[in-house]
């Protein structure tokens, strides 16, 4: 089909593509971030949302961060859970006090650990395949989603190993599935602004990719609202757009807004409300090959929320029993299941359980 020139794009041709089933192109996307009218936004969202998801249903999970170690050499901008390495406050936990949080988790009904932590140079592959045996030998029908890409690509460097080696050993040690993590923008003139010597755009995807050949599955996240244009967020997902196309390696969508509490990273004026739900709207347009798109909870507070189901958004995400990262950088939404369940059934859908997978409990 002829692309449209963008003066000659309207709300109405990106309606009629969106009626129809058919994608939306970059210039498309820049003219929703342009467009006055929010609630135009919301109705292409949704129509887009009943078309993969259960109109009815809002799912979510309940998991725990389980932050291992706040030790990493990476020194990111907007991070304010670091501690550099032979820092006073840095820690890396015992293997009894993960298995005994990861008990706790499953004794509150938890399903999922997200095991997740910085780049700490004393940690090769060996710990990694020590404590995810031990967690998978005590607790197996725990499911470990584990690890950011740009973990897993230094503890391969680090052990000396290939990326694809690195995969299989985690895997064969129990790792399910990889978060989105460490994506922030993908693009790099913005990665060399906020987190100068974290991996690169191609590096983050083609871990991603390496992953996806082996089975592993991932999500992929934005995190929006620092020193990136428009322009960059379009890019950001054209490219995870692109590798879902290409190998199917994402089960969610999940943007939130930075938060520049306690970082390195001033920002005058934090993303907005409006901002953040013009977001979810465009990234659940314009990622017509995602089926899930999770709030953010603990960026935006219950309320925005529950607004942002009205957006694309068909999950709540994670009831966490325990959050470090973004509570260190000064947010702390943190709410239980019930609290969860009060909150979807009074925006007017179904509350629904489930596990990593998207499957239903
Ligand atoms: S975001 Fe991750 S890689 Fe960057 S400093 Fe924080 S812990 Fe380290």
Request: glycine residues 6%; hydrophobic residues 40%.
């Amino acid at each position: 089909m002829a692309t449209l020139a963008p003066d000659r794009i309207s709300i109405d041709t990106i309606a009629d593509k969106v009626y129809a089933g058919e994608r939306i192109t970059a210039d498309d996307a820049r003219f929703l971030y342009q467009h006055p009218n929010l609630l135009d936004l919301a109705t292409l969202a949704n129509h887009r949302r009943i078309q993969k998801t259960d109109p009815k249903v809002v799912t979510y999970i309940i998991g725990r961060i389980l932050n291992y170690t706040n030790v990493c050499w990476v020194r990111c901008k907007f991070c304010a859970f670091y501690r550099t390495p032979n820092h006073v406050e840095g820690y890396l936990h015992s293997d009894e006090e993960i298995l005994a949080k990861v008990q706790d988790t499953v004794d509150k009904g938890g399903v999922e650990i997200l095991f997740q932590g910085g780049l700490n140079p004393k940690l090769k592959i060996d710990y990694y395949e020590g404590i995810f045996s031990k967690i998978k030998a005590r607790f197996p029908e725990v499911i470990l989603h584990a690890l950011s890409p740009a973990e897993i690509i230094y503890i391969a460097h680090i052990s000396k190993l290939t990326l694809t080696e690195c995969l299989e050993r985690l895997k064969a040690a129990g790792l399910h599935s990889i978060p989105g993590a460490g994506g922030e923008i993908l693009v790099d003139r913005v990665r060399a602004v906020i987190a100068p010597y974290k991996d690169t755009t191609d590096e983050w995807l083609e871990c991603m990719r390496a992953a996806s050949a082996l089975g592993i599955r991932s999500t992929a996240s934005m995190m929006f609202g620092h020193v990136e244009t428009i322009d960059d967020r379009i890019e950001h997902m054209g490219r995870i757009r692109d590798l879902q196309d290409e190998c199917q390696p994402f089960r969610a969508f999940i943007s939130w807004t930075f938060q520049p509490e306690d970082t390195n990273l001033p920002i005058p004026n934090k993303a907005s409300s409006a901002d953040y739900l013009r977001t979810v709207a465009v990234s659940r347009i314009f990622l017509d090959n995602f089926d899930n798109f999770q709030v953010s909870i603990l960026t935006q507070g219950p309320k925005i929320a529950q607004t942002a189901l009205a957006y694309g958004a068909n999950d709540f995400g994670s009831v966490m029993i325990e959050e470090n990262v973004v509570s260190a950088a000064g947010n702390k939404f943190i709410l239980s299941a019930e609290e969860f369940e009060r909150l979807i059934c009074d925006a007017g859908y179904e509350p629904r359980r489930r596990n990593t997978r998207y499957e239903p409990l």
